[in-house]
């Protein structure tokens, strides 16, 4: 009689607490990698703070604008974002006083891209559906 049974090797599986700390350091190292210095640092802590996100691509912009925002910048900010959604915005350009330019999806709270008054100039903004002057 011809022997029918199966047999399959078996491997076992990580454990749950080593798949988590593998997981969660991959995920810290890009914070890390983005909070280089204490300034970008702080910049975070006061947007989690005012509830106003900034994208990689604005965040990337600031940087290479050597835009710095303040928390008096970064609460008018998040004021402006909190009319706009009032109103029903979706897609907002804030122009503020101190010649700083944000496109803001308002639904995410999320700042798209950012301008000084270098990049303001001369410029066409499309895909928004208001403005916020501050």
Request: hydrophobic share 35%; aromatic share 4%.
């Amino acid at each position: 009689m011809p022997d029918n049974r199966i047999y399959n090797s078996y491997q076992p599986l990580p454990t749950l607490s080593s798949s988590v700390q593998a997981s969660n350091k991959t995920k810290a190292n890009p914070v890390a990698n983005k909070t280089t210095n204490g300034s970008n640092f702080n910049q975070l802590l006061q947007q989690e703070i005012t509830g106003v996100k900034f994208s990689q691509h604005a965040l990337q912009r600031l940087d290479s604008r050597k835009i710095q925002l303040d928390s008096t910048q970064l609460s008018k900010l998040s004021q402006a974002v909190e009319k706009a959604a009032q109103k029903g915005a979706k897609e907002s350009l804030i122009l503020m006083n101190d010649n700083l330019a944000f496109v803001v999806s308002v639904k995410n709270k999320t700042v798209i891209t950012a301008m000084d008054g270098a990049n303001i100039k001369d410029n066409v903004f499309t895909n928004i559906d208001s403005a916020v002057i501050v």
